[in-house]
């Protein structure tokens, strides 16, 4: 059983930054690449920023290039979202997410959802202005 824990969401203001955990068991940590996805109230989930299995690669949507960074610790099962420069549009519940063993390439950052198959229960970002 895949279990995925998130923390680290809460409440910031436009220009701060807050950082997003998530530590994952029940499968081999390090064979997998690793996932943040982010959902705004009407809207649909959405890519925000990946890693490889093997902490090589990275990739990001264009909206937070520049300001999110994703880093893994395959000796503690743990994935972070480290977001800085917050904008209000950066408001959502974010979700970390396990990738098909198919997906986890040495050097690839899986970005399509359908590449996903375990989700964490997501934990609210509120970014006021």
């Known amino acids: 059983q895949v279990q995925l824990v998130e923390s680290g969401g809460g409440l910031g203001q436009a220009g701060g930054s807050l950082r997003l955990s998530c530590t994952a068991s029940?499968?081999?940590?390090?064979?997998?690449?690793m996932g943040w996805f982010r959902q705004a109230p009407g809207k649909e989930r959405e890519f925000v920023a990946a890693?490889?299995?093997?902490?090589?690669?990275?990739y990001y949507t264009d909206s937070v290039k520049g300001r999110f960074t994703i880093s893994r610790d395959n000796a503690k099962n743990t994935v972070y979202l480290q977001m800085n420069s917050l904008k209000p549009e950066d408001t959502a519940v974010y979700y970390c997410?396990?990738?098909?063993?198919?997906?986890?390439?040495?050097?690839?950052?899986?970005?399509?959802?359908?590449?996903?198959?375990?989700w964490g229960q997501g934990t609210q970002v509120t970014v006021s202005s």
């Open positions: 890693i490889s299995r093997s902490g090589a690669s990275t």
């Open positions: 997410a396990v990738a098909k063993l198919a997906s986890s390439g040495y050097y690839y950052a899986p970005r399509i959802i359908n590449e996903y198959d375990y």
């Open positions: 029940g499968r081999t940590f390090s064979m997998y690449g």
